[in-house]
């Protein structure tokens, strides 16, 4: 095992300013390979829901796929961590009022 590297293991996300240690995603959302950060292009926040722009896909905000992120930054957790794979969990950053 190595300590003190920016590698991710399995259920961890990297770490980042907000979480200097990162974090670990839900076993419920993530397999080991299901889920990734991804850009904040990559998803479009509209009064419906999230739309994850790979695949078109339309969450809407009540959805129990949606999460706030740990660190702000979004990660998508998809089916087998697949590019084109449907939606298991999708992490928000929170938003300001």
Not at 12 to 22: E, F, N, R, V, W
Not at 24 to 48: K, L, M
Not at 50 to 60: A, S, V
Request: charged letters at 25%; hydrophobic letters at 35%.
């Amino acid at each position: 095992m190595i300590f003190g590297s920016d590698v991710a293991f399995p259920h961890d996300a990297l770490p980042t300013a907000a979480k200097p240690q990162g974090w670990s995603y839900p076993f419920s959302c993530c397999s080991g390979y299901d889920c990734r950060e991804v850009p904040d292009a990559d998803i479009v926040e509209g009064a419906r829901g999230y739309e994850i722009r790979r695949t078109g896909e339309l969450i809407p905000m009540s959805d129990k796929k949606i999460k706030q992120s740990p660190d702000g930054k979004f990660h998508w957790c998809s089916v087998a961590g697949a590019n084109d794979g449907k939606t298991i969990c999708l992490f928000v950053p929170p938003r300001g009022f």
